[in-house]
């Protein structure tokens, strides 16, 4: 089938070139592009979405680029990068897949790390990700730290809502989806990487076998004393303890916040606060001046990143 590629061209993609089929429509791949053709035209995202998402502009976020149209100049679909070395996250859940690559607790937490501080972009960009469950995210299959974000069409931007969410990670406590709603998804993901099973899996003497939303709803989880793990789930112990007590908190007390920064982790300071001395709880530091306020501040990929009114500085060059 030929289709033209808005801006750049037309392209011929054939069952060669098939990868997978869902609900919603056909994959296809060519080289380092990804094609996603809708069965039904008019299940099309807007082009005015895909500009939304535009703002995601990260390596590890695979969001839909240019648009696909057919013969008669309908938009069918858009195209996305290729990232073929991967490995689907649900994976890293299971013993048997992390003893064969050689993944410990520090790998464990490093790709949890690094799936927040991408949620952390997207949350900048103002965007939701809404369902954030654990088939939406791949690995790097060589590193197996690195997360590539999928389904980015599906995320809500300022003007257009989410259009999906699995219940295994809706947060039965919200009405509304919010930043804290894709951190309860988060959580339940990140929980599941560390100790292997659902944060509301195992049995509890009051609740039906699988009855998951009953037991969201009454803050019972892995964290309860009567609740029976399985075998094939890892100890709690092997969950960081920054983490851990989160996790308590908002499986078992229904607390909802922000995920914690790891132990020893440099957190930006508005300047009005820099009269602040180091103690025995902070050590603060003034890492750098700059003439205009400060916007955010990140590291990606081993560089330090700080965003001004007017510049991006990396590693000390705007």
Known sequence: MKYHIRGKGSITLSRNDFIARGGEGEIFGKKDTIYKIYLDATRMIPDAKIGELSVLDRF???????????????PVGFTMDWIRETVPLCRFFTSDFRHQRG???????????????????IHRAGCLMVDGNEFNYLVDRNNLVTPYFIDVDSYQTPSYPATAIMPSIRDRH?????????????????????????PFKGRHPDFKKNDIESRMKANVSIFNGEVKRPPAARDLQSIPSHYRTW?????????????PSAPGAMVAVPGGH?????????????????????????????????RTDTAIHVAGRA
């Not at 709603?181 to 988060?186: L, P, Q, S």
């Not at 996790?247 to 995920?259: C, I, V, Y």
């Open 174 to 198: 919200s009405r509304a989806f919010s930043e804290l709603t894709d951190w309860f998804a988060f959580a339940v993901v990140a929980c599941q990487l560390f100790v292997g099973i659902h």
């Open 247 to 259: 996790f308590h908190d908002l499986f078992e007390k229904g607390k909802r916040s922000l995920p």
């Open 60 to 74: 590890n976020i695979l969001r839909p680029k240019e648009v696909i149209l057919n013969g008669r100049d309908t």
């Open 274 to 306: 820099l009269g602040t001395v180091s103690s025995e709880q902070f050590d603060i530091q003034q890492i750098a001046v700059f003439a205009e306020p400060v916007q955010w501040h990140d590291f990606q990929l081993g560089k330090r990143l700080i």
């Open 103 to 121: 993944i410990d607790d520090g790998k464990t937490l490093a790709l949890v790390e690094n799936i927040k501080e991408t949620i952390l972009a």
